[in-house]
């Protein structure tokens, strides 16, 4: 029956498990059996996402634009499941016994621009939008004409006047309702799409159910992976190089103890 979850396969009807904090534990404990399995392709991914990030940072002091980078750090890791598709596809490779090679694995990253991950890239990216603009809209609302030139200017206005205070009050409860919003619509959806031939949006609505079903043990997840990430900008986004491989394995382990098919 499980060979039937590879890909061109009927797709059977999901079901959601109930999920214990064990489950996240023991996926992260298969990411990072993963993880060092196949470590020198997690790197790599893990490597073109720490770029990345440099390369954002760059432009913003190119741009005379350093204020950004504290939202765009904070904001940065939401892109982060659509980078992870490769090692999604090396979890579920090694899962089924398939071979792991560098041509199968980017063969199956660059297929996924026919399929209908490529929808879910603008739905990460349309909130990753969202996420700026609201930032830059609080910043006008409460800071106006102050917003510094520096990062250390706008960590003192933020941080030493009422007027940053709430900024920063109220840019953590919206950064924060849009980081669980796009966590639950691709927790579980970006995994489910590598594997199989389902829609977009039956995708992101098994993810969604997945969270309400499993709430306590689905955000453990989600801040255990958020946290991680945000540690890792610290040195220069090199922590990148192992937090985002071990999580991506971790999240196809997950989905795989939190959606069983009805065949």
């Not at 199989?196 to 709430?215: I, K, Y």
């Not at 971790?250 to 795989?256: G, I, N, Q, S």
Request: charged residues 10%; proline residues 6%; glycine residues 8%.
């Amino acid at each position: 029956m499980e060979q039937q979850a590879l890909k061109g396969a009927p797709i059977p009807k999901p079901h959601i498990c109930q999920l214990q904090i064990a489950d996240v534990f023991a996926s992260f404990a298969a990411g990072w059996r993963d993880f060092t399995r196949h470590s020198t392709m997690g790197l790599f991914f893990g490597a073109i996402y720490a770029v990345g990030g440099l390369f954002i940072l760059a432009m913003l002091f190119y741009f005379q634009m350093p204020w950004m980078i504290i939202p765009v750090a904070i904001g940065f890791p939401l892109v982060g499941p659509f980078i992870a598709v490769g090692l999604y596809d090396i979890s579920r490779r090694t899962f089924y016994g398939q071979p792991v090679t560098w041509r199968a694995v980017l063969a199956e990253v660059f297929r996924q621009r026919e399929r209908q991950l490529s929808w879910m890239a603008f739905v990460v990216l349309f909130i990753f939008w969202i996420w700026i603009y609201q930032v830059r809209l609080l910043m006008a609302l409460f800071l106006g004409f102050r917003i510094p030139s520096s990062l250390e200017g706008f960590a003192q206005v933020a941080l030493q006047t009422p007027e940053g205070l709430a900024f920063l009050a109220i840019g953590t409860v919206v950064g924060g309702i849009l980081a669980t919003l796009l966590f639950s619509v691709t927790v579980i959806s970006m995994p489910m799409l590598v594997e199989r031939e389902v829609d977009f949006v039956t995708a992101m609505l098994t993810s969604m159910r997945t969270v309400m079903e499993n709430p306590l043990p689905m955000l453990t997840f989600g801040i255990i992976v958020a946290g991680a990430a945000v540690v890792a900008l610290v040195p220069l986004f090199l922590g990148l190089l192992i937090v985002l491989p071990v999580a991506g394995h971790a999240t196809w382990h997950l989905y795989r103890r939190a959606v069983r098919f009805e065949e």
